[in-house]
């Protein structure tokens, strides 16, 4: 059986920490930043964590060697 191919665009956007859970880059931190508040810029440097339900379908069907 051939080996399954990653897709490249979710290989992109998220990554695996060491316990499995899934990690991403927040949004909305590009562009139009004068409107939006320091506090609310502050929490969107941080990584986000995908919730539990979600990770199942990255790992199987997004990143299967991730």
């Known amino acids: 059986m051939p080996k399954m191919k990653t897709k490249k665009s979710a290989a992109k956007r998220y990554s695996f920490t060491g316990t499995g ?3 991403y880059k927040k949004q ?3 562009h139009i930043l ?3 508040s320091a506090k609310r ?4 440097r941080h990584a986000g964590i995908l919730s539990d339900d979600n990770v199942p379908v ?3 069907k997004l990143l299967p060697y991730g």
Request: proline share 0%.
């Open 21 to 23: 859970k899934v990690k």
């Open 28 to 30: 909305n931190l590009r």
């Open 58 to 60: 990255i790992r199987k």
């Open 34 to 36: 004068t409107k939006k």
């Open 41 to 44: 810029k502050r929490s969107l």
